[in-house]
């Protein structure tokens, strides 16, 4: 059992509508849930479904507050309040938690309880954890719409377009039958990759925002019984020793407290 929510919102039309005020609400609708999953509001993307009053939508939320008002983006409350002044009444109606067979994740709603945060991607499969990727020294998960901000306003939409690319990263690795396995494992390890060079941007604007350090996780490629890095015991930024005796979280084996890096091993 998780602190994941399954939900249904609700878009009841209160009058008949016009041809061209139907299109106007559609599209509305869609900016609403765009907002949603952009800025972490939902861990899921999902198609609306017609009703005999409207339409429904089935998501599942990070925790019981990620739609109250004052954790939606100013872009999606435009968009609520111009469907409610067309007659639109969105509600939801929470339906359960979500059962999962990973350990109970708990969230974090306080960022003053966390010493640093660990910005970690851990899932081969998109599921609504898989969308969680900010953790606490406690293990605990952040929720990402506790990003929106002013000063940096597109932080918690870039996260979530970086979550789907490494997501892709990943599944290209598990399934390419060895053909693109390498150059995947060289994305998820290399400090110079593409996925890296873009995830460490985003790590910097995280501290900015949260005033705390993020460690950006790298893979320790573990393939034929060994190390493909052959000085895997050191940081590979600083070159400081980084291994651990015991693993950070149950899941690092490396950590730099200097460059704020943690190793993982990827097993071929």
Same mark, same amino acid.
């Given at each position: ?21 139907k ?12 907002s ?12 609306f ?24 983006t100013?872009?999606g409350?435009?968009?609520k309040e111009?469907?409610?002044?067309m007659g ?18 708990i ?17 081969l499969l ?6 969680l ?21 597109h932080?918690?939409?870039? =996260? ?20 693109l396995e390498p150059?995947?494992a060289?994305q ?20 900015n925002?949260?005033?705390? !350090? ?11 019984? !060994?190390?493909?890095?052959?000085n895997?015991?050191?940081c590979?930024?600083c ?18 407290? !200097? ?6 091993? =990827?097993?071929?």
């Amino acid at each position: 059992m998780s602190n994941i929510y399954l939900v249904t919102i609700s878009f009841n039309l209160n009058k008949q509508l016009t041809a061209e005020e139907k299109d106007r609400v559609w599209s509305l609708m869609w900016q609403f849930e765009s907002s949603l999953y952009k800025y972490g509001n939902t861990l899921n993307p999902s198609e609306f479904f017609l009703t005999e009053t409207g339409f429904i939508k089935y998501a599942a939320i990070p925790d019981k507050n990620a739609l109250s008002d004052n954790n939606i983006t100013p872009y999606g409350l435009v968009a609520k309040e111009q469907l409610e002044k067309m007659g639109v009444v969105i509600s939801y109606n929470i339906l359960a938690k979500h059962v999962t067979d990973s350990d109970e994740i708990i969230m974090e709603q306080n960022i003053d309880n966390a010493e640093f945060l660990i910005l970690y991607h851990s899932n081969l499969l998109r599921d609504y954890e898989s969308q969680l990727i900010l953790r606490t020294d406690q293990g605990k998960y952040l929720p990402t719409y506790m990003l929106n901000n002013n000063e940096d306003p597109h932080l918690a939409a870039d =996260l979530t377009f970086w979550i789907d690319d490494y997501a892709a990263v990943d599944r290209l690795w598990i399934s390419s039958y060895k053909k693109l396995e390498p150059i995947m494992a060289k994305q998820k390890a290399n400090l110079d990759s593409d996925i890296s060079i873009e995830g460490l941007k985003i790590r910097q604007r995280i501290e900015n925002v949260l005033s705390k !350090k993020v460690f950006y996780p790298l893979a320790e490629w573990f393939r034929k019984g !060994k190390y493909a890095r052959s000085n895997y015991s050191q940081c590979p930024s600083c070159g400081e020793h980084w291994d651990l005796q015991e693993p950070f979280l149950y899941i690092f084996n490396f950590k730099c407290n !200097k460059c704020f890096l943690l190793g993982y091993d =990827l097993s071929d």
